[in-house]
């Protein structure tokens, strides 16, 4: 199996300046036994890719137009930068995990960024409930949380603590179990920055599942039995 990097460019101009440069890359898997199962989630990304080139040529031209209208009649204005990453993990050959970031960052500070996840069934080309997945192997929300405690205490360069003014809260009111995925090491959680109100912080992501440690428990109670 292999993925492969590929890019939308675009550069709309507004009255001859550039005025929102646009970079989305999106995944191309191939090399699925299951070839529906590629098409499909080939042409989910690529779809995803163009809906959001879509968005930020008209939706974002517009609004900097209205926003900035003078300066832009005025002077020269840096473009708005849009991006598009992503990230991914195949575990097992069976479920492929895509991590992607959508980032709009204008010339005068202001920054969205959103981020998403997917997980696929490569044997079946389905987009996997991840609230089944977590009730499959015993994750509730209650467990959850206790788990990105654990983490937090355990991974310090976070430079933030459970017990913070209001985190504790937001984790919990956030908690959303479709932004999880599956690696080799397990299954983690991640939250948007904006999720969290932490300052200077990308995402903070949390393991809440070593797929690992279940096999070797799932093994030995087999030898027991």
Known sequence: MTITKKEINAAPLLKN???VKINVDYPRIEGVLN????KRINKFYIDIAKD???YTQKKLLNF????????YENSFIKPVDVSQTYGYYI???RFFSVLYTQKEVSPFGEKRVKSFADV?????????????????????KKKALKAIKTDLERRKEYGVSFNQKGLKRRLRSKFNPQNTFITDEGIS????PSDLKIKNRDLMIF???????????????MKKK
């Open 35 to 38: 070839k529906k199962a590629e």
């Open 207 to 221: 393991k809440l599942f070593n797929l690992e440690k279940n096999k070797t428990d799932n093994n030995e109670n």
């Open 91 to 93: 575990q097992d050959d």
């Open 64 to 71: 900097y137009k209205k926003a900035y209208k003078q300066k």
């Open 189 to 192: 959680i991640f939250y948007n």
């Open 52 to 54: 959001y080139t879509k």
């Open 17 to 19: 300046i550039e005025a």
């Open 120 to 140: 696929w069934d490569l044997n079946t080309g389905e987009l996997l409930n991840m609230k089944n997945i977590l009730k499959k192997y015993g994750i509730n």
